[in-house]
């Protein structure tokens, strides 16, 4: 079994259970939990706990994450994303979406368009988000009202009516910036159907002489520094909103959380590569090693008998017995003990280290003395109710808690070693 904590990163479409459930099939085991939602549509950084370290990704509730996000104007949907309806348009085409806030006149619309396409407005306006401090989070989101979930109520009511039952939440937008202005190409008929057509770059004097009368919605590519629990649907929205045109978020990609960017991820294919590799090398072996005995003892095989059933023969289960499992010292544990997240670097709290006596102490959950303990760094030690996490030369064993200036206290252990700590310890 797998203990250690991997990032992944995401592919639109799926859903961060779907990665779970493909993982779990991939590496053989049922222990595998993830950290941090996203959404269907999102992309990017989905942090994933294997096995024993499924009991640590309480703990990797990052205070700051970091978003590419892209945001069209023009329309708002149900659910502030691309996958959702359209419930308002200012578009002055005929849509099903009816009376609209955002209605606009021909000129009014040629206007806003551009503005939209004007980087010192478009600077202007992002400058702003860092000055949002609330926010009402999505009607389709997973906040319980009255002990129901917000995107069940959502289906049955009207999305103004929904939001109207959420209470804000405190947020931080730390830094925005912008990384691209451009337009999308939109055709009536995409408020039925969504559109596939690509974003591409366009220019002011393009959108407002060129561009196709009421078919092109602007958007604006960000990168957005937040606090945890923040809804970057809800931005969207609310900008739309601000700008009196209407937002939504095309397309999420998040690229950062806490630590951990796209350059600690594997992707699912990579896995799933290295596995399918495994049981080729696997697979030959077993041939190689029948084959060989095969040779020592013809009598024992018949010319009917193919490599693969003789391996269920006698001599055959020996040599099935020999062979490692696809996942023994092969390229699937290689490479996820290479991408094994360093635990050190991304929990928030103090590692202790301990002695071979302490270590049997810890594993029947006896207190052990914290006074003279060895912390990795000397500068931050805890306080009286912090938690600990306590490792060896094995990896972490368990994460306790101080009870007081003398001793520590178990708040869980784990039965084998979380891997991926690269801790200097000192003996």
């Known amino acids: 079994m797998f203990n250690e904590v991997i990032a992944i990163n995401k592919d639109a479409g ?6 779970v459930t493909r993982l779990r099939s991939l590496l053989m085991q049922k222990r595998i939990g993830h950290a941090g939602t996203l959404d269907p549509f999102a992309t990017g950084v989905l942090v ?28 708002e949907r149900t659910t502030d994303d691309v996958e959702g309806e359209a ?10 979406v009816g009376a609209s806030p955002f209605a606009l006149t021909d000129k009014q ?42 995107y069940k109520a959502a289906r049955k009511q009207e999305k103004n009516e929904v939001e109207q039952t959420l209470s804000p939440r405190s947020i931080e937008i730390y830094s925005a910036e912008l990384l691209e202005i451009g337009v999308m190409n939109v055709k009536p008929q995409d408020y039925e159907e969504e559109s596939e057509a690509p974003l591409s770059k366009t220019t002011d004097k393009e959108i407002s002489q060129d561009a196709p009368k009421h078919k092109e919605l602007p958007f604006w590519t960000l990168k957005l520094d937040v606090s945890k629990g923040t809804y970057i649907r809800s931005i969207a929205r609310d900008l739309g909103r601000a700008l009196g045109v209407g937002g939504y978020v095309h397309a999420l990609k998040r690229v950062a959380s806490g630590a951990l960017s796209l350059q600690d991820c594997l992707s699912l294919e990579e896995i799933e ?51 490692p499992a696809a996942n023994d010292e092969g390229l699937l544990e290689k490479l996820l003990d290479a991408k094994a997240i360093n635990l050190y670097e991304v929990l928030d709290i ?30 931050i030690l805890p306080k009286r109710g912090d938690r600990v996490a306590l490792f060896n030369e ?30 200097p310890y000192v003996l």
């Open 109 to 150: 619309f040629k206007d806003v368009l551009k503005s939209l396409a004007d980087d010192a407005f478009a600077q202007a306006e992002i400058a702003k988000l860092k000055e949002m401090k609330t926010q009402i989070p999505p009607a389709f989101s997973a906040v319980s009202v009255e002990g129901v979930r917000s």
């Open 48 to 75: 994933i706990g294997l096995g024993q370290a499924t009991k640590l990704l309480e703990y990797f509730s990052a205070e700051k994450k970091t978003y590419v996000a892209t945001f069209v104007f023009g329309e």
């Open 394 to 423: 094995e990896g972490i064993w368990g994460i306790w808690q101080v009870k007081d200036d003398i001793s520590l206290v178990c708040e869980k252990n784990f039965t084998e070693p979380i891997k991926g700590l690269e801790v």
């Open 273 to 323: 590569q290295a596995k399918t590799e495994d049981a080729e090398k696997v697979e030959a072996r077993l041939a190689e090693q029948v084959e060989a005995r095969s040779t020592e003892k013809p009598e024992a095989y018949s010319a009917q008998i193919t490599e693969r059933n003789a391996a269920e023969k006698n001599v055959g289960k020996e040599a099935v017995n020999s062979l």
């Open 87 to 96: 419930v308002s348009s200012a578009f002055s085409f005929e849509s099903p």
């Open 350 to 379: 103090p590692f202790r280290y301990l002695s071979p006596f302490e270590f049997k102490k810890v594993q029947t959950g006896c207190s052990i003395m914290n006074r003279d303990a060895v912390y990795r760094d000397q500068n």
């Open 14 to 19: 799926f859903t961060s259970h779907d990665v």
